[in-house]
């Protein structure tokens, strides 16, 4: 069958291409679907997964990103009903379907001068202040209380230091999105 991505390598290949292309916008939909979740790499891992068993109903050329991030949709909405289940709090499906437009309609371009403009933003810090963010988010299982005591510092102040941080790349972020045209 000429149509099977699988029994073709360069369809393979491009198909490979356009996941690994995509991470960025699949987390992103997911994070903004169960937004403050520490599952997100779980479910996005579990989209790939199947996204890669599907690989043979995409058609090359047509919109990855809006084909996997409706993958990533019911997934995510697996994940709710699991989480409803054993008793969680959960949006609604109408609050969930709103979230899900907002996000659709925001274009690729837009992330990646968003992306570039964080890029830049982050270049501007001094080598203490790189310190102390990446020590807080450079693993999704480091929480205050851990980087308090790698740090030596109370968690009061780190709190204080990583919000001012915080804020001046959004400022930073704005400010190089407003330069080059960008929408913030």
């Not at 491009?14 to 996941?19: G, R």
């Not at 979230?99 to 992306?115: G, I, Y």
């Not at 001012?164 to 999105?177: E, H, M, P, Q, T």
């Given at each position: 069958?000429?149509?099977?991505?699988?029994?073709?390598?360069?369809?393979?290949?491009?198909?490979?291409?356009?996941?690994?292309?995509h991470q960025e916008v699949i987390r992103a939909y997911i994070i903004t679907q169960v937004p403050g979740c520490s599952e997100v790499r779980d479910i996005q891992q579990e989209v790939n997964i199947l996204l890669w068993e599907k690989m043979n109903q995409f058609k090359l050329g047509s919109n990855f990103g809006a084909w996997a991030c409706t993958v990533a949709y019911y997934k995510v909405l697996d994940y709710r009903k699991k989480q409803k289940k054993n008793g969680f709090l959960v949006f609604n499906d109408e609050l969930a379907s709103?979230?899900?437009?907002?996000?659709?309609?925001?274009?690729?371009?837009?992330?990646?001068?968003?992306?570039?403009?964080?890029?830049?933003?982050?270049?501007?810090?001094?080598?203490?202040?790189?310190?102390?963010?990446?020590?807080?988010?450079?693993?999704?299982?480091?929480?205050?209380?851990?980087?308090?005591?790698?740090?030596?510092?109370?968690?009061?102040?780190?709190?204080?230091?990583?919000?001012?941080?915080?804020?001046?790349?959004?400022?930073?972020?704005?400010?190089?999105?407003?330069?080059?045209?960008?929408?913030?």
């Open positions: 069958m000429a149509n099977n991505p699988r029994k073709n390598p360069r369809m393979t290949q491009e198909f490979v291409s356009l996941l690994t292309d709103l979230l899900s437009l907002e996000t659709e309609t925001r274009k690729p371009e837009a992330l990646e001068a968003k992306r570039s403009a964080l890029h830049y933003c982050l270049q501007k810090l001094t080598d203490k202040e790189r310190a102390l963010l990446d020590a807080r988010y450079d693993s999704a299982t480091r929480d205050m209380e851990q980087v308090s005591r790698e740090t030596g510092r109370s968690r009061a102040s780190l709190r204080v230091s990583l919000s001012r941080l915080r804020s001046g790349l959004k400022d930073c972020i704005n400010k190089r999105l407003a330069v080059e045209g960008g929408a913030a």
